[in-house]
Protein backbone atom coordinates (compact mmCIF):
# COMPACT_ATOMS: atom_id res chain seq x y z
CA UNK A 1 0.00 0.00 0.00
CA UNK A 2 1.28 3.33 -0.82
CA UNK A 3 1.80 5.90 1.62
CA UNK A 4 4.18 9.01 1.71
CA UNK A 5 5.69 11.06 4.65
CA UNK A 6 3.32 13.46 5.14
CA UNK A 7 0.42 10.56 5.76
CA UNK A 8 2.61 9.00 8.31
CA UNK A 9 3.41 11.92 10.34
CA UNK A 10 -0.63 13.08 10.15
CA UNK A 11 -1.71 9.93 11.28
CA UNK A 12 1.29 10.32 14.00
CA UNK A 13 2.60 6.26 13.15
CA UNK A 14 5.82 7.92 13.45
CA UNK A 15 6.31 11.49 15.52
CA UNK A 16 9.00 13.52 16.19
CA UNK A 17 7.05 13.42 19.92
CA UNK A 18 8.05 9.70 20.25
CA UNK A 19 5.33 9.50 23.47
CA UNK A 20 2.49 10.91 20.69
CA UNK A 21 3.37 7.95 18.24
CA UNK A 22 1.23 4.96 17.35
CA UNK A 23 4.96 3.30 17.34
CA UNK A 24 5.04 4.26 21.22
CA UNK A 25 1.50 2.66 22.14
CA UNK A 26 2.30 -0.48 20.24
CA UNK A 27 6.18 -0.64 21.02
CA UNK A 28 6.82 -3.57 23.39
CA UNK A 29 10.27 -4.72 22.31
CA UNK A 30 13.08 -5.89 24.60
CA UNK A 31 15.69 -4.93 22.03
CA UNK A 32 17.72 -1.97 20.77
CA UNK A 33 17.49 -4.06 17.67
CA UNK A 34 13.78 -5.36 17.90
CA UNK A 35 12.81 -1.50 18.73
CA UNK A 36 14.68 -0.54 15.64
CA UNK A 37 12.99 -3.03 13.36
CA UNK A 38 9.49 -2.52 14.63
CA UNK A 39 9.78 1.01 13.59
CA UNK A 40 10.80 -0.29 10.38
CA UNK A 41 7.27 -2.49 10.44
CA UNK A 42 5.67 0.50 10.66
CA UNK A 43 6.87 2.64 7.92
CA UNK A 44 6.17 -0.46 5.62
CA UNK A 45 2.94 -1.13 4.99
CA UNK A 46 2.51 -4.53 2.88
CA UNK A 47 1.40 -4.81 -0.59
CA UNK A 48 -0.13 -8.13 -0.90
CA UNK A 49 -3.14 -9.98 0.58
CA UNK A 50 -0.61 -13.12 0.90
CA UNK A 51 1.78 -11.06 3.09
CA UNK A 52 -0.90 -9.54 4.94
CA UNK A 53 -2.20 -12.63 6.00
CA UNK A 54 0.96 -14.45 6.52
CA UNK A 55 1.94 -11.43 9.45
CA UNK A 56 -1.69 -11.97 10.35
CA UNK A 57 -0.69 -16.00 11.38
CA UNK A 58 3.01 -15.22 12.45
CA UNK A 59 1.59 -12.20 14.69
CA UNK A 60 -1.51 -14.95 16.28
CA UNK A 61 1.09 -17.59 17.28
CA UNK A 62 3.38 -14.72 18.84
CA UNK A 63 0.00 -14.18 20.79
CA UNK A 64 -0.78 -18.07 22.35
CA UNK A 65 2.78 -18.26 23.16
CA UNK A 66 4.07 -14.36 24.49
CA UNK A 67 4.10 -15.42 28.37
CA UNK A 68 6.76 -18.50 26.99
CA UNK A 69 9.10 -16.81 25.35
CA UNK A 70 12.82 -17.38 26.18
CA UNK A 71 13.96 -15.34 29.65
CA UNK A 72 17.61 -16.41 28.38
CA UNK A 73 17.87 -14.35 25.39
CA UNK A 74 17.63 -10.34 26.98
CA UNK A 75 18.88 -6.99 25.23
CA UNK A 76 22.56 -7.17 27.66
CA UNK A 77 23.15 -10.83 25.82
CA UNK A 78 22.94 -9.59 22.69
CA UNK A 79 25.01 -6.66 23.57
CA UNK A 80 27.65 -8.36 25.40
CA UNK A 81 27.64 -11.25 22.26
CA UNK A 82 27.89 -8.37 19.57
CA UNK A 83 30.80 -6.64 21.33
CA UNK A 84 32.58 -9.81 22.26
CA UNK A 85 33.33 -9.69 17.90
CA UNK A 86 34.15 -5.69 18.21
CA UNK A 87 37.13 -6.22 21.02
CA UNK A 88 40.76 -6.84 20.35
CA UNK A 89 41.69 -9.82 22.21
CA UNK A 90 44.94 -11.84 22.05
CA UNK A 91 44.70 -14.76 19.76
CA UNK A 92 43.87 -18.00 21.60
CA UNK A 93 46.12 -20.96 20.99
CA UNK A 94 44.40 -23.09 18.14
CA UNK A 95 44.29 -25.92 19.90
CA UNK A 96 44.05 -24.83 23.43
CA UNK A 97 45.14 -28.01 25.57
CA UNK A 98 44.70 -27.93 29.83
CA UNK A 99 48.14 -26.27 30.31
CA UNK A 100 47.91 -23.93 27.39
CA UNK A 101 44.59 -22.84 28.59
CA UNK A 102 45.56 -22.07 32.19
CA UNK A 103 48.57 -20.12 30.80
CA UNK A 104 46.53 -18.11 28.32
CA UNK A 105 44.28 -17.09 31.31
CA UNK A 106 47.31 -16.38 33.37
CA UNK A 107 49.19 -14.05 31.29
CA UNK A 108 46.30 -12.77 29.01
CA UNK A 109 43.80 -12.19 32.55
CA UNK A 110 41.69 -9.60 31.18
CA UNK A 111 40.94 -11.04 27.72
CA UNK A 112 39.94 -14.45 29.15
CA UNK A 113 37.63 -12.73 31.43
CA UNK A 114 36.21 -10.96 28.67
CA UNK A 115 35.79 -14.28 26.68
CA UNK A 116 34.52 -16.59 29.27
CA UNK A 117 31.60 -13.93 30.02
CA UNK A 118 30.94 -13.76 25.75
CA UNK A 119 31.11 -17.41 25.61
CA UNK A 120 28.39 -17.45 28.68
CA UNK A 121 26.20 -15.34 26.81
CA UNK A 122 26.54 -16.87 23.56
CA UNK A 123 25.44 -19.85 25.78
CA UNK A 124 22.24 -17.86 26.95
CA UNK A 125 21.60 -16.84 23.40
CA UNK A 126 21.65 -20.55 21.65
CA UNK A 127 20.17 -21.95 24.35
CA UNK A 128 17.37 -19.23 23.78
CA UNK A 129 16.71 -20.23 20.60
CA UNK A 130 16.73 -23.62 20.86
CA UNK A 131 13.29 -23.03 23.22
CA UNK A 132 12.36 -20.94 20.30
CA UNK A 133 12.25 -23.87 17.71
CA UNK A 134 10.27 -25.85 20.16
CA UNK A 135 7.59 -23.45 20.86
CA UNK A 136 7.11 -22.36 17.76
CA UNK A 137 7.30 -26.08 16.03
CA UNK A 138 4.37 -26.30 13.20
CA UNK A 139 3.84 -22.78 12.50
CA UNK A 140 1.36 -22.18 9.40
CA UNK A 141 3.01 -18.93 8.46
CA UNK A 142 5.75 -19.15 5.58
CA UNK A 143 7.81 -16.23 7.07
CA UNK A 144 7.94 -17.52 10.39
CA UNK A 145 8.74 -21.37 9.18
CA UNK A 146 12.05 -19.52 7.15
CA UNK A 147 13.07 -18.25 10.34
CA UNK A 148 12.94 -21.23 12.30
CA UNK A 149 14.69 -23.42 9.22
CA UNK A 150 17.49 -20.84 9.40
CA UNK A 151 17.81 -20.92 13.18
CA UNK A 152 17.68 -24.80 12.99
CA UNK A 153 19.84 -25.13 10.39
CA UNK A 154 22.39 -23.21 12.23
CA UNK A 155 22.06 -25.29 15.41
CA UNK A 156 22.70 -27.90 13.81
CA UNK A 157 26.69 -27.22 14.29
CA UNK A 158 28.16 -29.84 16.00
CA UNK A 159 29.88 -27.56 18.51
CA UNK A 160 27.09 -25.81 19.26
CA UNK A 161 25.31 -28.86 20.32
CA UNK A 162 28.12 -29.75 22.31
CA UNK A 163 28.68 -26.06 24.19
CA UNK A 164 23.76 -26.83 24.62
CA UNK A 165 24.68 -29.98 26.49
CA UNK A 166 26.03 -28.00 29.66
CA UNK A 167 23.66 -26.56 31.52
CA UNK A 168 26.08 -24.09 33.59
CA UNK A 169 28.28 -22.58 31.44
CA UNK A 170 29.41 -21.20 34.01
CA UNK A 171 31.61 -24.35 35.13
CA UNK A 172 33.63 -24.41 32.24
CA UNK A 173 36.88 -25.11 32.53
CA UNK A 174 39.73 -23.29 30.56
CA UNK A 175 40.37 -25.46 27.56
CA UNK A 176 36.41 -25.23 27.53
CA UNK A 177 36.30 -21.90 27.07
CA UNK A 178 38.95 -21.29 24.49
CA UNK A 179 37.43 -24.15 22.84
CA UNK A 180 34.17 -22.81 22.17
CA UNK A 181 35.81 -18.71 22.47
CA UNK A 182 37.38 -20.24 18.76
CA UNK A 183 34.74 -21.94 17.20
CA UNK A 184 32.61 -18.79 17.85
CA UNK A 185 34.60 -15.85 17.23
CA UNK A 186 36.50 -17.78 14.10
CA UNK A 187 33.95 -20.09 12.46
CA UNK A 188 30.58 -18.42 13.39
CA UNK A 189 30.57 -14.94 13.50
CA UNK A 190 28.01 -14.20 10.68
CA UNK A 191 25.98 -16.88 11.87
CA UNK A 192 26.00 -15.22 15.15
CA UNK A 193 24.57 -12.20 13.21
CA UNK A 194 22.13 -13.64 11.01
CA UNK A 195 20.57 -15.36 14.68
CA UNK A 196 20.32 -11.75 16.08
CA UNK A 197 18.80 -10.38 12.83
CA UNK A 198 16.30 -12.62 13.20
CA UNK A 199 15.93 -12.27 16.65
CA UNK A 200 15.16 -8.84 16.51
CA UNK A 201 12.59 -9.48 13.86
CA UNK A 202 10.81 -11.74 16.67
CA UNK A 203 11.07 -9.52 18.93
CA UNK A 204 9.15 -6.76 17.01
CA UNK A 205 6.53 -8.57 16.10
CA UNK A 206 6.19 -10.15 19.40
CA UNK A 207 5.73 -6.31 20.61
CA UNK A 208 2.71 -6.09 18.13
CA UNK A 209 1.70 -9.58 19.60
CA UNK A 210 1.59 -8.43 22.87
CA UNK A 211 0.22 -5.16 22.41
CA UNK A 212 -2.85 -7.08 20.28
CA UNK A 213 -3.71 -8.84 23.67
CA UNK A 214 -3.00 -6.01 26.24
CA UNK A 215 -5.79 -3.85 24.16
CA UNK A 216 -7.73 -6.24 22.78
CA UNK A 217 -7.71 -5.86 19.38
CA UNK A 218 -9.38 -7.86 16.72
CA UNK A 219 -7.91 -8.98 13.52
CA UNK A 220 -9.25 -7.44 10.44
CA UNK A 221 -10.91 -9.66 7.30
CA UNK A 222 -9.10 -8.14 3.97
CA UNK A 223 -10.19 -9.13 0.98
CA UNK A 224 -9.61 -8.00 -2.58
CA UNK A 225 -12.88 -6.13 -4.23
CA UNK A 226 -13.05 -4.62 -7.71
CA UNK A 227 -14.14 -1.45 -5.59
CA UNK A 228 -12.70 -0.28 -1.73
CA UNK A 229 -14.55 -0.56 1.11
CA UNK A 230 -14.08 -0.23 4.95
CA UNK A 231 -16.91 -1.86 7.18
CA UNK A 232 -15.90 -1.64 10.62
CA UNK A 233 -18.09 -1.84 14.38
CA UNK A 234 -16.98 -0.63 17.30
CA UNK A 235 -13.40 1.15 15.98
CA UNK A 236 -11.55 3.82 18.17
CA UNK A 237 -8.71 5.53 18.55
CA UNK A 238 -5.87 3.77 20.26
CA UNK A 239 -4.06 6.18 21.63
CA UNK A 240 -6.96 7.66 23.94
CA UNK A 241 -7.46 6.41 27.18
CA UNK A 242 -10.97 6.11 27.24
CA UNK A 243 -12.33 6.24 23.99
CA UNK A 244 -15.12 6.64 22.21
CA UNK A 245 -15.91 4.29 19.50
CA UNK A 246 -17.89 4.53 15.70
CA UNK A 247 -19.40 2.42 13.51
CA UNK A 248 -18.13 2.95 9.68
CA UNK A 249 -19.57 1.99 6.65
CA UNK A 250 -17.59 3.48 3.52
CA UNK A 251 -18.87 1.28 0.02
CA UNK A 252 -18.64 1.77 -3.29
CA UNK A 253 -21.94 3.30 -3.15
CA UNK A 254 -21.24 5.73 -0.68
CA UNK A 255 -18.17 6.02 -0.84
CA UNK A 256 -17.89 9.79 0.36
CA UNK A 257 -18.13 10.85 3.75
CA UNK A 258 -19.02 14.67 4.60
CA UNK A 259 -18.18 15.70 8.17
CA UNK A 260 -19.14 17.88 10.33
CA UNK A 261 -18.94 18.89 14.11
CA UNK A 262 -17.57 22.15 16.36
CA UNK A 263 -14.53 22.23 17.39
CA UNK A 264 -13.07 19.65 19.80
CA UNK A 265 -16.28 17.54 19.00
CA UNK A 266 -14.06 14.70 17.75
CA UNK A 267 -13.80 15.07 13.81
CA UNK A 268 -10.14 14.75 13.62
CA UNK A 269 -9.84 12.33 16.13
CA UNK A 270 -12.31 9.96 14.04
CA UNK A 271 -10.63 10.64 10.92
CA UNK A 272 -7.07 9.75 12.29
CA UNK A 273 -8.98 6.34 13.90
CA UNK A 274 -10.21 5.34 10.48
CA UNK A 275 -6.88 5.87 9.13
CA UNK A 276 -4.74 4.28 11.46
CA UNK A 277 -6.84 1.16 11.87
CA UNK A 278 -6.85 1.39 7.90
CA UNK A 279 -2.96 1.19 8.27
CA UNK A 280 -2.09 -1.16 10.64
CA UNK A 281 -4.72 -3.88 9.03
CA UNK A 282 -2.08 -3.30 5.94
CA UNK A 283 0.92 -4.46 8.51
CA UNK A 284 -0.82 -7.28 9.28
CA UNK A 285 -1.41 -6.23 12.44
CA UNK A 286 -4.71 -6.46 14.68
CA UNK A 287 -7.12 -3.14 14.88
CA UNK A 288 -8.29 -1.22 17.27
CA UNK A 289 -12.19 -2.03 16.42
CA UNK A 290 -14.59 -5.24 17.49
CA UNK A 291 -14.56 -6.11 13.79
CA UNK A 292 -13.60 -4.68 10.71
CA UNK A 293 -13.96 -5.62 7.27
CA UNK A 294 -12.36 -4.26 4.39
CA UNK A 295 -10.77 -4.21 0.86
CA UNK A 296 -7.06 -4.42 0.19
CA UNK A 297 -6.19 -0.55 -0.93
CA UNK A 298 -3.57 0.44 -2.83
CA UNK A 299 -2.76 3.89 -1.09
CA UNK A 300 -3.35 5.90 1.70
CA UNK A 301 -3.31 9.64 1.81
CA UNK A 302 -4.22 12.40 4.06
CA UNK A 303 -4.49 15.71 3.91
CA UNK A 304 -4.80 16.82 7.95
CA UNK A 305 -1.90 19.22 9.11
CA UNK A 306 -0.47 21.38 6.41
CA UNK A 307 2.18 24.24 7.22
CA UNK A 308 3.26 27.11 5.38
CA UNK A 309 6.41 27.20 4.73
CA UNK A 310 8.12 30.87 5.36
CA UNK A 311 11.54 29.81 3.55
CA UNK A 312 9.64 29.39 0.49
CA UNK A 313 7.67 31.99 0.75
CA UNK A 314 4.35 29.53 0.33
CA UNK A 315 1.39 30.58 2.41
CA UNK A 316 -0.53 27.92 4.41
CA UNK A 317 -3.48 28.36 1.66
CA UNK A 318 -1.20 27.38 -1.23
CA UNK A 319 0.11 24.48 0.43
CA UNK A 320 -2.97 23.15 0.75
CA UNK A 321 -3.67 23.67 -2.85
CA UNK A 322 -0.48 22.26 -3.58
CA UNK A 323 -1.71 18.84 -1.05
CA UNK A 324 -4.99 18.58 -2.62
CA UNK A 325 -3.20 18.59 -6.09
CA UNK A 326 -0.81 15.91 -5.81
CA UNK A 327 -3.78 13.62 -4.37
CA UNK A 328 -5.76 14.51 -7.23
CA UNK A 329 -3.02 13.31 -9.70
CA UNK A 330 -1.65 10.27 -7.00
CA UNK A 331 -5.19 8.75 -7.13
CA UNK A 332 -6.63 9.04 -10.81
CA UNK A 333 -4.78 5.95 -11.54
CA UNK A 334 -7.61 3.67 -11.35
CA UNK A 335 -6.68 2.04 -8.11
CA UNK A 336 -8.10 1.58 -4.75
CA UNK A 337 -7.45 4.82 -2.17
CA UNK A 338 -8.22 5.83 1.16
CA UNK A 339 -8.34 10.07 1.37
CA UNK A 340 -8.72 11.74 4.75
CA UNK A 341 -9.16 15.35 4.47
CA UNK A 342 -9.41 17.44 7.75
CA UNK A 343 -11.13 21.15 7.39
CA UNK A 344 -9.93 21.46 3.69
CA UNK A 345 -9.28 25.78 2.92
CA UNK A 346 -8.29 26.57 6.22
CA UNK A 347 -6.16 29.09 5.13
CA UNK A 348 -8.19 31.46 3.24
CA UNK A 349 -11.47 33.57 4.12
CA UNK A 350 -14.73 31.56 4.14
CA UNK A 351 -16.65 32.87 1.12
CA UNK A 352 -13.79 31.24 -0.71
CA UNK A 353 -13.11 28.41 1.00
CA UNK A 354 -16.71 27.15 0.40
CA UNK A 355 -16.38 28.05 -3.64
CA UNK A 356 -12.96 26.05 -3.16
CA UNK A 357 -14.23 23.23 -1.24
CA UNK A 358 -17.41 22.72 -2.96
CA UNK A 359 -15.47 22.40 -6.24
CA UNK A 360 -13.38 19.82 -4.69
CA UNK A 361 -15.80 17.83 -3.54
CA UNK A 362 -17.93 17.96 -6.62
CA UNK A 363 -14.67 16.53 -8.53
CA UNK A 364 -13.26 14.16 -5.70
CA UNK A 365 -17.66 12.56 -5.46
CA UNK A 366 -16.47 11.41 -9.03
CA UNK A 367 -13.46 9.26 -8.68
CA UNK A 368 -15.82 5.12 -7.73
CA UNK A 369 -12.70 3.90 -6.95
CA UNK A 370 -11.51 5.59 -4.05
CA UNK A 371 -13.13 6.44 -0.20
CA UNK A 372 -13.14 9.78 1.35
CA UNK A 373 -13.28 11.33 4.73
CA UNK A 374 -13.78 14.79 4.75
CA UNK A 375 -14.43 17.00 8.00
CA UNK A 376 -15.56 20.88 7.28
CA UNK A 377 -16.87 23.63 9.12
CA UNK A 378 -18.36 24.97 6.24
CA UNK A 379 -21.73 23.03 6.69
CA UNK A 380 -23.54 25.67 4.45
CA UNK A 381 -21.99 23.65 1.27
CA UNK A 382 -23.98 20.44 2.57
CA UNK A 383 -27.44 21.35 1.52
CA UNK A 384 -26.32 22.01 -2.70
CA UNK A 385 -24.57 17.99 -1.81
CA UNK A 386 -27.53 16.30 -0.83
CA UNK A 387 -28.53 15.23 -4.67
CA UNK A 388 -25.48 13.11 -5.24
CA UNK A 389 -26.32 9.63 -3.63
CA UNK A 390 -22.73 8.53 -2.97
CA UNK A 391 -22.17 11.45 -0.47
CA UNK A 392 -23.05 10.33 3.28
CA UNK A 393 -23.54 13.04 6.23
CA UNK A 394 -22.56 12.23 9.54
CA UNK A 395 -21.52 15.00 12.64
CA UNK A 396 -20.64 15.27 15.92
CA UNK A 397 -23.48 16.75 18.44
CA UNK A 398 -22.25 19.55 20.88
CA UNK A 399 -24.88 20.63 23.40
CA UNK A 400 -24.60 23.46 26.03
CA UNK A 401 -25.50 22.94 29.63
CA UNK A 402 -24.96 25.63 32.52
CA UNK A 403 -23.19 27.64 29.68
CA UNK A 404 -20.56 24.51 29.75
CA UNK A 405 -19.80 22.88 26.79
CA UNK A 406 -20.66 19.34 26.21
CA UNK A 407 -19.18 16.61 23.94
CA UNK A 408 -20.69 13.34 23.75
CA UNK A 409 -18.04 12.06 20.49
CA UNK A 410 -21.08 10.18 18.62
CA UNK A 411 -21.47 9.90 15.27
CA UNK A 412 -25.06 11.08 14.22
CA UNK A 413 -26.24 11.07 10.81
CA UNK A 414 -26.96 14.91 9.24
CA UNK A 415 -25.23 18.49 9.04
CA UNK A 416 -24.29 19.91 12.46
CA UNK A 417 -24.48 23.88 12.15
CA UNK A 418 -22.89 24.49 15.55
CA UNK A 419 -20.74 27.44 16.01
CA UNK A 420 -19.18 27.69 19.10
CA UNK A 421 -16.07 29.36 18.91
CA UNK A 422 -17.17 32.54 20.89
CA UNK A 423 -18.35 30.46 22.73
CA UNK A 424 -14.88 28.56 23.90
CA UNK A 425 -13.27 32.80 23.72
CA UNK A 426 -16.04 33.90 26.65
CA UNK A 427 -15.72 30.54 28.68
CA UNK A 428 -12.03 30.73 28.65
CA UNK A 429 -11.67 34.51 29.79
CA UNK A 430 -10.22 35.80 27.02
CA UNK A 431 -13.28 38.23 26.30
CA UNK A 432 -13.05 39.35 30.08
CA UNK A 433 -9.69 39.77 29.95
CA UNK A 434 -10.35 41.99 26.26
CA UNK A 435 -13.07 43.85 26.88
CA UNK A 436 -10.82 45.33 30.34
CA UNK A 437 -7.82 46.19 28.24
Not at 287 to 312: C, E, R, T, W, Y
Amino acid sequence: MQVDKTTLQDLSIIHADEEQSVFYHLNNTQTNGGREYLRYILSKPLDTLAAITDTQLLIKQLIAIEQEWPVTITNGTIMVVERFFETQINFYPSHPTVISSYYYKIINAADYSITKYSVEHSHSLLKGFWQILNLLNGTESKQLQTWLEHIALMLQRPFVQELLQYDNPKKLTPRQVLYFANHLRFHFKQQLFELIDIYNRLDAYLSLAVASKKFQFSFPVITETEKPLITAEALYHLQLKIPVSYNVELTQHKNFLFLTGANMAGKSTFIKATGIAVYLAHLGMSVPAKNMQLSLFDGLLSNIHVVDNILKGESYFFNEVQRIKKTVEKINDGKKWLILIDELFKGTNVQDAMKCSTTVIEGLRKMQNVLFVLSTHLYEIGDDLKKHSNIQFKYFETSIKDDELEFSYQLKEGISNDRLGYLILRKEGVVEMLEKL
